[in-house]
């Protein structure tokens, strides 16, 4: 850790954690998340969210925004949340698989096309359902926002031919699903957050990676990249931000409804942006030397039949450590269907 970090985590250790602000006094909230600063994704996830609850509630709450992990690690994200360190987190369950095993329900390959069907899905399961009572509680947390992102893709250094051409790569994964995914495809599953894959991919310790296109700018990734697959379903990943109960419990009952208001409104106005980037973010991938791979129409078959098995895995895994498993993919697959 620099000296400019520890400077700012004893100043806000330093800050009370939940004392309730007098009546009319301005709420200042902090926000800290991994995306690099100017990232698309938190501008329609936190920034819209920050902008929205300040607007709404007539200035009487603000918000300190600390973007590219500058409070801690995104794998630190929720013990940081609920430390006080800051007030809200972004605390993907991929990143925190230990404390959200069952968020990982939506990187379930071939489930959803459209961010809206998984984001809906999972912001219902999560902010009234199932994932709510059984993960976010027991963690002392509450689901703010969640996008889950467009089907992710495989993408290379070496040359993609078709399926056989990526077994034995080793790929970079969000963990959870993701790495049953891509061990039952004959690959090497390497868990690493999104900040730490392009120094991986430099360094030349990853063959590839399983990423959203519309994501791979933000990290610079398509630097490192020459192939990639498309029109395939290698699964989603559950981008949340949660609040600490305790801060949740700290602000006066109009803030609290602003901010239930805004969680749906957040949510719904990120997977919307998301899903129209889809396009673009292909086309300027082209432009930056991304050759698209069509897999053969008996490849796409094998994946599909490879993969369909994967969710049935990863909940009876679950279900033998005492976790509902079999209770969460059913409930969201429900979902998926209203």
Not at 54 to 66: D, I, L, M, P, W
Not at 204 to 227: A, M, N, R, Y
Not at 232 to 248: C, D, H, M, P, Q
Request: hydrophobic residues 40%; charged residues 20%; glycine residues 10%.
């Amino acid at each position: 850790m620099n000296i400019g970090k520890k400077t700012i985590l004893a100043a806000l250790l330093a800050t009370p954690l939940a004392s309730a602000p007098a009546l009319g006094q301005q709420i200042v909230l902090r926000v800290a998340d991994h995306y690099p600063a100017g990232s698309p994704s938190a501008a329609i996830t936190a920034k819209h969210f920050m902008d929205e609850v300040t607007r709404q509630t007539n200035g009487k709450v603000k918000f300190e925004y600390f973007p590219a992990e500058q409070l801690g690690k995104a794998k630190d994200m929720l013990t940081l949340t609920v430390s006080g360190v800051t007030d809200i987190g972004f605390a993907a369950p991929a990143y925190v698989s230990d404390k959200l095993p069952l968020g990982a329900v939506a990187e379930l390959p071939g489930t959803f096309s459209d961010p809206c069907e998984g984001t809906l899905a999972f912001h219902k399961l999560g902010r009234e359902g199932i994932l709510a009572e059984r993960e976010y509680k027991p963690n002392q947390v509450r689901l703010l926002i969640v996008l889950t992102l467009p089907p992710y893709q495989i993408l290379t250094r070496p040359t993609l031919t078709g399926l056989a051409s990526i077994k034995g790569l080793k790929l970079r994964t969000g963990g959870g699903l993701q790495d049953l995914s891509i061990t039952a495809l004959g690959a090497v599953p390497v868990r690493i957050a999104g900040p730490d894959v392009y120094e991986s991919m430099a360094r030349g310790t990853l063959d590839g990676l399983v990423f959203p296109l519309p994501s791979i700018e933000q990290f610079k990734l398509q630097e490192h990249v020459k192939f990639s697959t498309t029109g395939l379903n290698f699964g989603s990943f559950a981008s949340t931000y949660v609040i600490s109960e305790r801060k949740w419990n700290s602000l006066p009952p109009d803030v609290r409804a602003v901010m239930d208001k805004m969680s749906l409104e957040t949510s719904r106005h990120a997977c919307q942006a998301m899903g129209k980037d889809m396009g673009p973010a292909v086309e300027r991938l082209k432009s930056a030397g991304v050759k698209f791979v069509e897999f053969s129409a008996a490849d796409k078959a094998t994946i599909s039949q490879t993969l369909r098995p994967v969710g049935e895995q990863w909940a009876k895994q679950l279900d033998g450590r005492g976790q509902p498993g079999t209770a969460v993919l059913n409930a969201f697959l429900g979902a998926l269907k209203k």
